[in-house]
């Protein structure tokens, strides 16, 4: 008797548990980050990443959509990366999307440069 107890209250827990499983595979498997970094580059997931860390804030989580405060950057070269990141500053003969002057320097992000060049490339 014990045991029919046992089971019948065991049971509805185990259909729970495997359909809270199933919900979190098919959310996870079907995520859009998931399918934007599969078969991306180590360098591609590293820029991503510092993208993700550093620029959002101002700029949308889609380089190629204007942000808040930021304009689109995909496709911004290593250059203009390094004088906007690094000085606040432009390369040589580059026109600015906006004639704002908010964006700030992040000389930490020197190293980052390269990684984040290749994921804005797209």
């Not at 107890?5 to 548990?17: C, D, K, N, Q, V």
């Not at 499983?21 to 991503?48: H, I, N």
């Not at 959509?65 to 990141?85: H, M, N």
């Not at 440069?113 to 804005?120: N, R």
Request: aromatic residues 10%; hydrophobic residues 40%.
């Amino acid at each position: 008797m014990i045991a029919v107890e046992f089971a019948e209250s065991f049971m509805p827990r185990i259909g729970r548990l495997l359909a809270a499983a199933f919900l979190v595979t098919v959310v996870v498997g079907c995520s859009k980050e998931t399918d934007q970094s599969s078969g991306k580059s180590p360098e591609w997931q590293r820029g991503r990443a510092a993208y993700l860390a550093n620029c959002v804030a101002c700029h949308s989580n889609d380089p190629s959509k204007d942000g808040s405060i930021g304009p689109a950057i995909a496709g911004s070269s290593k250059e203009l990366l390094e004088a906007r990141v690094l000085s606040t500053s432009y390369p040589p003969n580059y026109k600015p999307k906006r004639p704002t002057k908010v964006m700030p320097q992040f000389p930490f992000l020197k190293e980052e440069i390269p990684y984040l060049a290749a994921y804005l490339a797209k």
